[in-house]
């Protein structure tokens, strides 16, 4: 059974500071890496993707991925309270193998 | 229209009605699928079509049932569905990994809210 976790949350950060959601995933086969945010009755829209060991970043926004330890996770620096969401890891290895975490709930609180 | 567009937005429907949704892409992708998101529960993947095809399908009931016509259009059809099917349902579509392009990257539509009484 191909799983990934995380952990429910709410996490409540104060307006900006550095909200830290983290994500392990049990197949070792596991290629990519992407981080969703999904607001409240919305469908899930992409921040970022990563496939290489190591940092990623993109404006506010950095992926950490550790592939020995199976984890990835997303920094969202200078949190504003419109971050304030569920955000989704997912995990695919190759094709459609695709698979999703319940996700964290993020609460920035002004 | 961009992206993946999903029709109808809402939808009430009797647990006798047969009703159908539809999703398409305009990203040129050829992979597509259906997911259904209950209240405080994950994704659940429901159906996935590659180059047409059906290439797996997660024991969904079988009052639930896709139909791909192209790689553009994808339909769920509905029929003698239960109060506890009521949620979103979410279509995505991404390029084949084999092909190279980000990695499989899914592109989600706004989703039907369905409820059955």
């Known amino acids: 059974q191909k799983e990934v976790e995380q952990n429910s949350g709410p996490l409540s950060v104060p307006e900006g500071a550095i909200a830290s959601l983290n994500c392990t995933y049990s197949?070792?086969?596991?290629?990519?890496f992407f981080w969703y945010r999904q607001y409240s009755g919305k469908s899930p829209e992409l921040i970022m993707f990563?496939?290489?060991?190591g940092d990623k970043e993109d404006g506010r926004f950095t992926a950490q991925l550790n592939k020995a330890s199976q984890y990835v996770s997303l920094l969202i620096r200078d949190s504003q309270p419109s971050d304030s969401a569920t955000y989704l890891c997912?995990?695919?290895?190759?094709?459609?193998?695709?698979?999703f975490g319940p996700g964290t709930r993020l609460s920035v609180l002004p | 229209e961009t992206g993946v567009t999903q029709t109808p937005r809402h939808l009430v429907m009797g647990m006798t009605n047969k009703k159908s949704l539809k999703c398409e892409q305009h990203?040129?992708?050829?992979?597509m699928y259906w997911y259904k998101q209950s209240a405080k529960k994950p994704l659940e993947l429901m159906f996935v079509y590659s180059l047409e095809e059906r290439v797996e399908n997660n024991s969904v009931p079988s009052r639930f049932s896709p139909e791909c016509p192209n790689s553009s259009h994808l339909f769920l059809h509905l029929h003698t569905l239960q109060p506890e099917d009521s949620a979103l349902y979410l279509c995505?579509?991404?390029?084949?990994?084999?092909?190279?392009?980000?990695?499989?990257?899914?592109?989600f539509g706004p989703g039907t809210r369905l409820l059955v009484l």
């Open positions: 990563i496939y290489s060991n």
């Open positions: 990203l040129g992708h050829n992979a």
């Open positions: 197949d070792r086969g596991s290629q990519s």
């Open positions: 997912a995990v695919n290895n190759y094709g459609q193998n695709f698979v």
């Open positions: 995505a579509s991404s390029q084949d990994i084999l092909a190279g392009d980000e990695f499989g990257t899914q592109y």
